[in-house]
Nanobody, 124 residues
């Protein structure tokens, strides 16, 4: 059974940093594309980043966030720097069990497996 578990969220001041983790069971993360998404109150879930053989980022986080993978720990990370209040959201990792992110990596409907989410709050 595929299970994704996010961790690392919390409260941080504007300009601060957090590192989110997505740990998997039931699948080998280095074989599949893994996406990070977020959902702010009253807004639709949106794609943040994706990792396969390449990495992809939304325009809103490019240059501030970095996605990476530790195959030995079967974990994907999202390093978030220079955080802004508009980054406040519940962050989710997801997979659709395919090899590549592709140019439509941000489309939520293609993903079959989701974690429970971790809250990130950026506030002074």
């Amino acid at each position: 059974q595929v299970q994704l578990v996010e961790s690392g969220g919390g409260l941080v001041q504007p300009g601060g940093s957090l590192r989110l983790s997505c740990t998997a069971s039931g699948l080998t993360l280095d074989y599949y594309a893994i996406g990070w998404f977020r959902q702010a109150p009253g807004k639709e879930r949106e794609g943040v980043s994706c990792i396969s053989s390449s990495t992809y980022y939304s325009d809103s986080v490019k240059g501030r966030f970095t996605i990476s993978r530790d195959n030995a720990k079967n974990t994907v990370y999202l390093q978030m720097n220079s955080l802004k209040p508009e980054d406040t959201a519940v962050y989710y990792c997801a997979t659709d069990m395919v090899r590549t992110c592709g140019y439509r990596w941000y489309q939520t409907l293609r993903y079959d497996y989701w974690g429970q989410g971790t809250q990130v709050t950026v506030s002074s």
